[in-house]
């Protein structure tokens, strides 16, 4: 064939490659920017959604605050704070400014309301008091929403609002709110679910321009009270799109479900106009009418007379934000990006031409050294020409300059050649990791791979780099993670296990003395259980700053979980040296901790093992000292103890008879037994106390204090105070039916855990009311150390209770620090006095004088007075003259078993009463 039909042949396929080139090119452009696109439209999606979601989180915890707020409660204190509101000229009423001084949040809050405080009916007063009580939760809501104009409460019965103070001169009150959308769509008939919603947007009579609501309906008791609403400006959602960076082609607009245009870039304006109809947007913008946009798909681009649409929901509230781009313009860009592509391929094709010409010459050679060298001037890879022998640096491409910086490339030295290749050849690629100190003393980690080669003759590493910076800071995290508890970054299990096993291996080269120390802290689970695992963390991060900061510098901590902790003490010359620093460790611990405004106290009881002398395995040793702990909890609390081998049975025992203790409460296994109460008067049992007793099937009949003080340190105290009320309860209801004789007064313990949380108060309303008619007289009783801990709950229980017909005695009075003036704050209808105040005024009339004065006292208060531990005949005698009002102990009776007590009610007494006589 001729040489030009070859030529002509070459050219044509040329034109094929270029135009096919082109073709597959301008499509993966076009594909790669609608791709950056879409990447843009998701930004600006989750940049709005976020703020919908820190709007909708305040507007969540501002409706659960005002659904748990004391406001159907009314009290003194609200007269104090009508005294706060003056008449305004706009024909209501609002807190005076100079006024409000004296409340906590001064001037910064204006609260509102139609008629004077003074004169409203009472669930009115109670709403503008709850009100009030909820000022500083919505000054924090608008200063940490830079999206929102208000943040505020309207009431049911009035318009009763709180807000930001703003100048009355500005403020122009009226009922219209209360018929609002953001207000009629929170009632039960338009919102029956009770959830949070977002309203159209409207023009805010108050002069701050277009706006949204978001609010949440508030009830209480099953009772709609109002709302909690956050104004958002749609002027911030429009800054929020402005700052997504779009080309000028590009349009974001966020449409509501009306599809109103609610927001746009450098759009949204202060008048209604503003707001305009997706369907309805033309010229002025320049946008082409859709019509609905839910016509537009979720994924991908929608392509309508030459412009592209793509939609994305947002996360929280009824929008969805479109973008869209004009066609033209996209088109333009994909060929003012294709043309150097193509103008680079027929280059290539060019030189190619021009190459294959002059391979016969010396000029060949040449032009692919300068080739080479624009290949690797222009690449994006840091590369490097390094001298193997000296390890100088010889040439850099700009890439490796940006990388490693000009002063590094002058004074650096890689000395690759010490990374030989596994099997010993020299031209093998090579690998290698050094790091750099940037300009701000940040480490930054870097790769080399390099390829041995011959430049002119002489041997040169021809180098790549990669910057692993971040891999590297991933790794050292996740590292960190594995070892390290997130709470109190102290060293975890995982950690001490390995560090012990390491010092472990040393000390026994070296016969040195070594010891675990297992740290466990005292009455911590009660903060947890009453104030809430957010306090409890606070104290668990400070008392292990505490343990960390008084340990011996190459000691080590660790948090096993909960509130248990664990120190290797290595090293030690004797024992004692441990004893020394629990007993330090310990007293760090007793100070009180200042947390939310509570002052808590906890100790710690610690657990020591020996190396060599308790174990030899870092599981043995951990093991023995966690045993010890057990032991210093039963020696008392706060303190330390050395394990023993004695202590892995009792240990044992310990756990055995917990299980036992769970399977009896599980299987109904346990029973109840009843001691008499004696009315004085009259010499007749009124009463019973209701015992919890276990007859273990090995051991037979456990003491109460033994099992009750497991189930106390086990969690199990409320399983068992709930079974023992549903037994008495089962019992009294088959004494009634059987004799059909007037029940006596049930006494039933309650634990401390179960007044704070008033679970038994349901359980009892349950059994009284199950199915039948039946009242069962039931007393309940509370601890007297509750009273001083939670005395809010403890007033919650009473009110409660003497809701239900259920009168509460205080149990073991004089136990604690607890005056007769201090119980007028409860609802309370006895006190059980306890036995050693009987004891004591056996022995000395002051003291008998004392408990005479304590029963008048409390006569005078409504309260009867019941004497405990009533044993002898003498004491017997001593209680009637003092005028207790009923008595129980030995004396009268001991425990009796449901049976017994069905007897007593019909035959009177149980016990000889010629005791009083004799």
């Known amino acids: 064939m001729p040489t030009h039909l070859w030529r002509i042949l070459a050219t044509l396929a040329g034109i094929c490659l270029v135009a096919g080139y082109a073709w597959i090119t301008g499509e993966n452009l076009r594909k790669d920017r609608l791709v950056a696109l879409d990447q843009s439209l998701n930004q600006a999606a989750q940049a709005v959604s976020t703020s919908v979601s820190r709007i909708n989180d305040h507007l969540r915890t501002l409706q659960r605050v005002a659904q748990d707020a004391p406001f159907h409660k009314h009290d003194a204190r609200f007269e104090q704070e009508a005294e706060l509101f003056v008449a305004r000229p706009w024909g209501g009423y609002a807190l005076d400014p100079e006024k409000a001084r004296t409340l906590p949040w001064g001037r910064t809050v204006q609260a509102t309301t139609r008629e004077d405080p003074r004169r409203m009916a009472p669930p009115v007063q109670a709403e503008l008091h709850m009100a009030l009580w909820l000022a500083p939760l919505f000054l924090t809501a608008r200063q940490n929403l830079a999206e929102s104009a208000w943040v505020y409460y309207v009431s049911r019965h009035r318009f009763i609002t709180i807000a930001p103070w703003v100048d009355d001169s500005q403020y122009h009150y009226s009922d219209a709110t209360l018929t609002q959308e953001f207000f009629t769509r929170a009632t039960p008939v338009r919102n029956p679910d009770r959830q949070p919603f977002w309203t159209r947007a409207y023009v805010d009579e108050y002069g701050q321009g277009l706006m949204v609501t978001a609010s949440a309906p508030v009830y209480y008791q ?262 390290h508890d997130m709470l109190t970054h102290l060293p975890n299990r995982a950690f001490l296990m390995e560090s012990l096993a390491t010092h472990l291996a040393q000390h026994e080269r070296r016969q040195d003395m070594l010891a675990v120390l297992f740290i466990d802290l005292d009455h911590f689970k009660h903060i947890n259980d009453t104030l809430g695992h957010e306090v409890g963390d606070v104290v668990l991060r400070e008392a292990a700053e505490r343990l960390k900061r008084h340990l011996r510098e190459g000691d080590i901590i660790a948090r096993l979980g909960g509130d248990e902790f664990t120190v290797i003490l290595p090293n030690l010359p004797n024992e004692t040296t441990a004893a020394n620093v629990a007993t330090k460790l310990i007293a760090h611990i007793l100070p009180a901790f200042e947390v939310q405004g509570y002052e808590l106290h906890i100790g710690a009881s610690i657990g020591i093992a020996l190396f060599p002398r308790d174990g030899t395995t870092p599981s043995d040793l951990i093991k023995h000292a966690d045993v010890a702990m057990y032991r210093a909890k039963e020696n008392g609390r706060n303190q330390y103890c050395f394990y023993e081998t004695a202590m892995s049975e009792a240990v044992s025992e310990r756990i055995r008879l917990e299980n036992d203790l769970r399977h009896a409460i599980a299987f109904d296994q346990l029973f109840v037994e009843y001691l008499p109460v004696m009315e004085l008067e009259t010499l007749r049992v009124s009463g019973v106390e209701a015992l919890v007793r276990w007859n273990h099937p090995v051991h037979g009949e456990m003491p109460p204090a033994s099992f009750l ?142 408990l005479g004065a304590t029963v008048e006292a409390a006569r005078a208060m409504g309260l009867r007075t019941v004497a405990k531990g009533v044993e002898s005949t003498a004491q017997l005698k001593l209680v009637r003259a003092l005028g207790f009002d009923r008595a129980q102990g030995y004396a009268i009776s001991g425990p009796l078993p449901a049976s017994a007590i069905r007897s007593i009610m019909v035959t009177g007494l149980p016990f000889n009463a010629n005791l009083l006589s004799s």
């Open 709 to 850: 003080a497991l189930a106390d340190d086990s969690g199990l105290t409320d399983d068992l105070t709930d079974l023992m009320i549903r037994y008495a309860l089962e019992d009294a209801r088959s004494w009634r039916s059987e004799s059909g004789a007037v029940l006596p007064t049930l006494y039933l313990n309650v634990a401390r855990r179960q007044v704070l949380s008033t679970g038994p108060l349901g359980l009892i309303h349950e059994a009284r009311n199950g199915g039948t008619d039946l009242e069962l007289p039931v007393t309940l009783e509370i601890p007297e150390t509750v009273l001083h801990q939670h005395p809010h709950e403890v007033q919650q229980f009473c009110s409660r209770a003497r809701a239900l017909n259920l009168p509460v005695c205080v149990d073991d009075f004089g136990t604690g620090s607890t005056s007769l003036r201090f119980l007028k704050r409860f609802d309370l209808a006895e006190l059980k006095i306890d036995p050693e105040f009987l004891e004591a005024a056996q022995q000395n009339e002051t003291e008998r004088h004392l």
């Open 222 to 483: 099953g009772d709609f009270t109002g709302i909690v609403a956050i104004d958002i400006t749609l002027d911030t959602l429009s800054r929020l799109l402005s700052n997504q960076l779009l080309g000028p082609s590009e349009t974001l607009l966020l449409v509501n479900r009306e599809h109103q245009i609610i927001a746009t870039p450098g759009y949204v304006g202060r008048t209604s106009d503003s707001v305009r109809m997706f369907s309805s947007l033309v010229d002025d913008t320049g946008l082409v009418p859709l019509g609905n946009p839910d016509t537009i798909p979720l994924t991908g681009f929608l392509e309508q007379k030459g412009q592209l649409y793509a939609r994305r929901p947002i996360q929280g509230a009824p929008w969805d934000l479109i973008l869209q781009v004009d066609g033209q313009t996209l088109q333009s860009q994909v060929l003012s990006e294709l043309t150097p592509k193509v103008a680079l391929l027929l280059m290539a094709m060019a030189i190619l031409v021009v190459v294959s010409y002059l391979l016969r010459t010396q000029r060949a050679l040449m032009s692919a050294e300068k080739r080479h060298s624009l290949l690797f001037s222009q690449s994006a890879a840091p590369q490097l020409i390094i001298n193997p022998e000296s390890g100088v640096i010889l040439e850099s491409n700009p890439a490796a300059k940006a990388l490693l910086g000009e002063e590094t490339l002058s004074r650096e030295v890689l000395r690759l050649q010490e990374s030989k290749p596994a099997d010993g050849k020299g031209r093998q690629p090579l690998q290698t990791s050094f790091t750099l100190t940037g300009a701000h003393g940040e480490t930054r980690y870097i790769d080399a791979f390099a390829t041995p080669m011959e430049v002119d003759g002489q041997p040169v590493l021809y180098t790549i780099l990669q910057d692993v910076t971040r891999r590297k800071q991933a790794e050292e995290k996740a590292q960190y993670r594995a070892f």
